[in-house]
Each structure stands twice: as structure tokens, then as C-alpha cells.
């Protein structure tokens, strides 16, 4: 596991109830994995939520949607900004504390921004 698939696994780990964590380029493409599931088609579900979340397209590709918390069914996605270009994104499972994993979420962000400026 690489280093920053380690540090997510941490972060899951304080967070708590913490299913999955990635490190997401804004189009989709996974940079960094931690936890249950299949990488690429949790990538590609929450590049979907990216989408969707937005007013419209143009408002996200802008950068007027920063991140995103949206209740799935079983838990919840969290995603806050990594720099411009990368997201920090947590899928939770049932029992999880969303004001905890959003704190933790959001430290380590504002701790790592710069490594993705």
C-alpha cells in the first residue's frame, strides 16, 4: 500500500465508521485507495455524485461546488477539496458518526492541501 493509501487508512481508522477512503482527481481517476469495495467502480460512483451535484456541469468545472456530503443507502459520501484539481472523498457505512468523519475529513485536507496544489 502506498503511502498515501496508508494515511487514508489512518484517517478512516480516527474517523470511524469509515468504509472507504480515496484521493480522487476531479474527473474521476483514482490517485489513492483505502478499505472495502472495488476502487475503480467506487471512483467512478462518486464521479458520478461529482456530476450530479452540481447545479450543472459548468458550475463544477468552475469551481463552485468545493465538495459534497450526500446520504446513500447503508451510509453516506463525503467529499472535500484536495487543491483545485483533487478531492478527498470517504464512503461511510451504517452507525457512522457524520459530524466526526466530516471533521477528520476536513483536517486532513487543510494538513495535505498543499501536496496537491
Same mark, same amino acid.
Given at each position: 500500500?502506498?503511502?498515501?493509501?496508508?494515511?487514508?487508512?489512518?484517517?478512516?481508522?480516527?474517523?470511524?465508521?469509515?468504509?472507504?477512503?480515496?484521493?480522487?482527481?476531479?474527473? !474521476?481517476? *483514482? $490517485? @489513492?485507495?483505502? =478499505?472495502?469495495?472495488?476502487?475503480? %467502480?467506487?471512483?467512478? /460512483?462518486?464521479?458520478? &455524485?461529482?456530476?450530479?451535484?452540481?447545479?450543472?456541469?459548468?458550475?463544477?468545472?468552475?469551481?463552485?461546488?468545493? !465538495?459534497? *456530503? $450526500? @446520504?446513500?443507502? =447503508?451510509?453516506?459520501?463525503?467529499? %472535500?477539496?484536495?487543491? /483545485?484539481?483533487?478531492? &478527498?472523498?470517504?464512503?461511510?457505512?451504517?452507525?457512522?458518526?457524520?459530524?466526526?468523519?466530516?471533521?477528520?475529513?476536513?483536517?486532513?485536507? @487543510?494538513?495535505?492541501?498543499?501536496?496537491?496544489?
Amino acid at each position: 500500500m502506498s503511502d498515501l493509501g496508508s494515511a487514508l487508512g489512518a484517517l478512516a481508522r480516527q474517523a470511524g465508521g469509515v468504509e472507504a477512503a480515496l484521493v480522487l482527481e476531479r474527473t !474521476g481517476l *483514482e $490517485v @489513492a485507495f483505502w =478499505g472495502r469495495g472495488d476502487a475503480e %467502480a467506487l471512483a467512478a /460512483e462518486v464521479a458520478e &455524485l461529482w456530476r450530479q451535484v452540481g447545479a450543472s456541469e459548468a458550475l463544477v468545472e468552475a469551481g463552485a461546488v468545493r !465538495g459534497f *456530503e $450526500v @446520504a446513500a443507502e =447503508g451510509g453516506a459520501w463525503l467529499a %472535500a477539496p484536495l487543491g /483545485e484539481e483533487y478531492l &478527498l472523498v470517504l464512503r461511510t457505512g451504517v452507525g457512522a458518526v457524520p459530524g466526526r468523519v466530516r471533521f477528520y475529513a476536513q483536517q486532513w485536507a @487543510a494538513e495535505r492541501r498543499g501536496e496537491f496544489a
